[in-house]
């Protein structure tokens, strides 16, 4: 039972490259969100996902894109990465039932964009 | 949308001493609220929880108070030890929510 995995836990880009990040659940969960962490600004939500096939925007999205065509899975891709969006980015996944439970995070990735 | 905040900001205590972290929120619909820790170089991890119905909850060394009324949830940490020392987060949430808004976080040094 590896809960909430990230792949993968460090890279390094260059402007204008792609990338995906993979958040991989193993808990059945429906919610499933990336936050992104930069020094003294806490976890900031990009996008999030209720169910298999939904996504929606959270308070940062631009830049990010985002797919759930697994339920297990969630992914975020920048498209031309920018230095601005160097940062840590965590997956976090919660049941999504009605009564409100724990969200449970990944490790993280650490993304450096030069 | 929930506008969240954390104080104090950072936080230095002797090893022994409490430590309070406050949390405000503005949603009044709110009806969850979590703690949660982060060590270095890991993703948060819950701690403790609190739901409306209840004022107060406590597990050993930790234990969170909530005022509706007033809109604020404070953790409370006794007896500090060295891996007491984290950012921790709040994260207030209401059912019709579909996200998880964080604070801003505090830093807790706890000095041996």
């Known amino acids: 039972n590896a809960g909430v995995t990230q792949t993968p836990k460090f890279r390094v880009l260059k402007t204008g490259q792609s990338m995906t990040l993979l958040c991989a659940q193993d808990?059945?969960?429906?919610?499933m969100y990336w936050y992104r962490q930069d020094p003294g600004m806490g976890l900031r939500l990009i996008h999030y996902?209720?169910?298999?096939?939904?996504?929606a925007k959270g308070e940062v999205p631009d830049g990010y894109n985002v797919s759930r065509l697994k339920k297990q899975n969630f992914l975020l891709g920048l498209e031309s990465a920018a230095p601005s969006q160097t940062s840590v980015y965590f997956c976090?996944?919660?049941?999504?039932?009605?009564?409100?439970?724990?969200?449970?995070f990944g490790q993280g990735t650490r993304l450096t964009v030069v | 949308g929930e506008n969240v905040e954390q104080h104090p900001s950072t936080l230095s205590v002797q090893e022994g001493d409490s430590a309070v972290i406050k949390c405000t929120y503005s949603?009044?619909?709110?009806?969850?609220f979590p703690w949660y820790k982060q060590e270095l170089g890991k993703g948060p991890q819950l701690i403790i929880d609190?739901?409306?119905?209840?004022g107060e909850k406590k597990d050993q060394r930790i234990a969170v108070t909530l005022n509706k009324t007033a809109k604020h949830f404070s953790l409370h940490i006794t007896e500090t030890q060295p891996e007491d020392s984290a950012v921790y987060f709040c994260?207030?949430?209401?059912?019709?929510?579909?996200?998880?808004?964080f604070g801003p976080g505090t830093r807790l040094s706890v000095l041996p």
């Open positions: 976090a996944t919660q049941t999504g039932t009605l009564v409100n439970t724990e969200a449970f």
């Open positions: 808990m059945n969960h429906e919610y």
């Open positions: 996902s209720v169910g298999e096939g939904t996504t």
């Open positions: 949603d009044s619909a709110s009806n969850y």
């Open positions: 609190i739901r409306s119905n209840v």
């Open positions: 994260a207030p949430r209401n059912n019709y929510g579909q996200n998880f808004v």
